[in-house]
């Protein structure tokens, strides 16, 4: 079945460094691709998204680049700030009913 | 404002003892999904409904119960015969074809549930 396997846990980075965060997946077909950001104690929002190869998906400073040659979806910031520290969740949409599958995710801890 | 609201943030069950979780959407969503959430995992689907008094099970369907009856809402009920409810469980919804980006999820803040 379709899955998401995301780089673990957590990373931690000084403000102002270059981030990135890797995402790879097994799917049939090319599915519509998301990352996710959970801030603590809070819910999931939407960063950024792809649905097809090759389209580019940016929000906030932060990109990822659907790869269908490498089935990945890798998520970059050129320059994190402390705000940024949350959990990563990357995700795919599968099934006739919209489905997420989700990875793990990814904790980020950006210090001064 | 437009939202999804899930209600209570915290909640405190007791062993054999049935709750329901609350989750309600204003954005006019068709589709609303259930996920929970455990320590240093992905969410996983427990329930979805696309349209209204019908709803299907998802990868984690056994010992929670769901109900459609408004558009707008989408409770759900972790039971007695749920194993190991602790979790987070988080509401989504969906907009559908006629309202721009169908295959976005939007999720509300999440109620933690504790099992005493």
């Known amino acids: 079945g379709d899955s998401v396997t995301q780089m673990e846990g957590p990373v931690t980075l000084s403000e102002e460094a270059f981030l990135t965060i890797n995402c790879t997946y097994t799917?049939?077909?090319?599915?519509?691709l998301f990352w996710y950001v959970q801030y603590p104690g809070e819910g999931l929002q939407l960063l950024l998204k792809a649905t097809k190869a090759d389209d580019k998906g940016s929000n906030k400073g932060f990109e990822a680049t659907y790869r269908k040659e490498t089935t990945s979806f890798h998520l970059e910031k050129g320059s994190v700030q402390v705000s940024d520290s949350a959990v990563y969740f990357c995700a795919l949409l599968s099934g006739g009913y919209n489905k997420l599958i989700f990875g793990a995710g990814t904790r980020l801890a950006v210090h001064p | 404002d437009g939202g999804i609201t899930q209600s209570p943030k915290y909640l405190f069950r007791k062993e054999g003892q049935n709750v329901t979780l609350s989750c309600e959407q204003n954005l006019n969503h068709d589709a609303m999904y259930w996920y929970r959430q455990d320590p240093g995992q992905g969410l996983r689907l427990i329930y979805y409904?696309?349209?209204?008094?019908?709803?299907q099970k998802g990868d984690i369907a056994e010992g929670y119960s769901v109900s459609r009856e408004k558009k707008e809402s989408f409770p759900l009920t972790v039971t007695s015969a749920q194993k190991n409810p602790t979790a987070f469980y988080l509401c989504?919804?969906?907009?559908?074809?006629?309202?721009?980006?169908?295959?976005?999820?939007?999720f509300g803040p999440g109620t933690r549930l504790t099992v005493l």
């Open positions: 799917a049939t077909g090319y599915p519509s």
């Open positions: 409904s696309q349209i209204v008094n019908d709803f």
């Open positions: 989504a919804s969906r907009p559908e074809k006629t309202s721009g980006s169908t295959d976005t999820q939007y």
